[in-house]
Nanobody
Framework: QVQLVESGGGLVQPGGSLRLSCAAS????????VGWYRQAPGKERELVAS???????NYADSVKGRFTISRDNARNTVYLQMNSLKPEDTAVYYC??????????WGQGTQVTVST
């Protein structure tokens, strides 16, 4: 059973930074795509950033230039560095990994709140 465990969420002031981590219980080489989604209250879950096995990245327009997705294969961990945070970035952030079998795995989510 593959598990994804997120960490790094919290409360930050506007303009601040956070780094989210997603630790997988298995080698991330087994995933075609890894990524981060977020869901704000009353809104649908949306893609924030994703990375393929060839390290090609994709970002939502709202986070381009502010967020960076990366991976550490040795630690089986995917990161999301979030800079210049805005109140509208407030949401629960979920790690997602699409296995080579096309099965999608999800983490439990971590809350990010951007507020004064």
């Amino acid at each position: 059973q593959v598990q994804l465990v997120e960490s790094g969420g919290g409360l930050v002031q506007p303009g601040g930074s956070l780094r989210l981590s997603c630790a997988a219980s298995t080698s991330i080489f087994g995933f075609k795509i890894v990524g981060w989604y977020r869901q704000a209250p009353g809104k649908e879950r949306e893609l924030v950033a994703s990375m393929t096995t060839d390290v090609s990245t994709n970002y939502a327009d709202s986070v381009k230039g502010r967020f960076t997705i990366s991976r550490d294969n040795a630690r089986n961990t995917v990161y999301l560095q979030m800079n210049s945070l805005k109140p509208e970035d407030t949401a629960v952030y979920y790690c997602n990994a699409l296995h080579i079998t096309d099965y999608p795995y999800w983490g439990q989510g971590t809350q990010v709140t951007v507020s004064t």
